[in-house]
């Protein structure tokens, strides 16, 4: 039997659903606004020419989602990245400004603007510049929090 790919998933095309409404409440912006089916949302949320990663409430978060951008960012596959506890995105010395932010988040409902250090599979470091970290939630329950950026930067 042959594989589904991530956004053929309907758990992950429900989630896209849920990851772009609630981008919309916070930004006003709809990032799709031509899309009619939540296999296409899904498909375009997947292959976007940005990086959009979510996580869960777990008391140590772990991705549930990361589109193609993040996973070739962070040089792993779907199966990899939604296994990874967040907190292992950013180096060591990032983490008490990582945590930082999120409780902002959490608490504010986003955080914009927001510029780190992170940290990939290989070691490989990279800026993460203009995110928005927001919450993620359906139907005014709390489901987690996401990040989208469209800048990045190697560090040499």
């Known amino acids: 039997m042959q594989k589904l790919k991530p956004w053929e998933n309907t758990w992950v095309q429900a989630h896209s659903q ?4 609630s981008y919309q409440k ?4 709809n990032l799709f606004p031509h899309c ?3 296999q296409d949302l899904a498909y375009l949320l997947y292959h976007a020419p940005f990086v959009v990663v979510s996580h869960g409430l777990e008391a140590i978060p772990v991705f549930n989602y990361g589109n193609q951008m993040a996973l070739q960012l962070w040089e792993l596959s779907w199966d990899a990245f939604t296994q990874l506890p967040s907190k292992y995105s950013a ?3 990032s983490q008490e400004e990582r945590n930082y932010l999120l409780q902002q988040a959490a608490e504010k409902g986003y955080i ?3 510029h780190g250090i992170r940290i990939s599979s290989t070691g ?3 800026t993460i510049q203009r995110v928005l970290l927001w919450n993620v939630t359906i139907e005014g329950d709390p ?3 996401a990040a ?3 800048h990045w930067e190697p560090m040499v």
């Open 91 to 93: 180096p060591e010395v």
């Open 18 to 21: 849920h990851l772009v409404k």
């Open 26 to 29: 916070i930004t006003g912006n």
């Open 112 to 114: 914009e603007d927001y």
């Open 143 to 145: 489901k987690g929090q």
């Open 36 to 38: 009619n089916t939540l």
């Open 148 to 150: 989208l950026f469209r």
């Open 124 to 126: 490989n470091l990279f």
